[in-house]
Nanobody
Framework: QVQLQESGPGLVKPSQTLSLTCTVS??????????WTWIRQPPGKGLEWMGAMRSSGVLYYSPSLKSRTSITRDTSKNQFTLQLRSVTPEDTAVYYC????????????????RGQGTQVTVSS
């Protein structure tokens, strides 16, 4: 059974960097051709695709967030990480990590597996 679990701070101050980690069990983030994805859902809004890392290590970012976003991975821990720089209150959202089968699915917020999500609030 594939499981994903997000972790990170629930509160971040404006202008700081948000860092979230997704720990994966039951699958390797470096094998097959899956897209390990970050999406978020601000309060009262729809899902927003942030970016993805293919199992090969190739990165894809949302154009609107690309300048502030980095996705990295620690293969020894089977984790991938999201960093979002210069956050504002508009970055307040529930953040999810997912495993998608292809880039299109990833970008549409479709997934085969998803973490339970973690609430991040940006506030001073």
């Amino acid at each position: 059974q594939v499981q994903l679990q997000e972790s990170g701070p629930g509160l971040v101050k404006p202008s700081q960097t948000l860092s979230l980690t997704c720990t994966v069990s039951g699958d390797s983030i470096t094998t097959n051709s899956y897209y390990w994805t970050w999406i978020r859902q601000p309060p009262g809004k729809g899902l927003e695709w942030m970016g993805a890392m293919r199992s090969s290590g190739v990165l894809y970012y949302s154009p609107s967030l690309k300048s502030r976003t980095s996705i990295t991975r620690d293969t020894s821990k089977n984790q991938f990480t999201l960093q979002l720089r210069s956050v504002t209150p508009e970055d307040t959202a529930v953040y999810y990590c997912t495993r998608a089968n292809n880039l299109g699915s990833s970008q549409r917020g479709e997934y085969e597996y998803r973490g339970q999500g973690t609430q991040v609030t940006v506030s001073s």
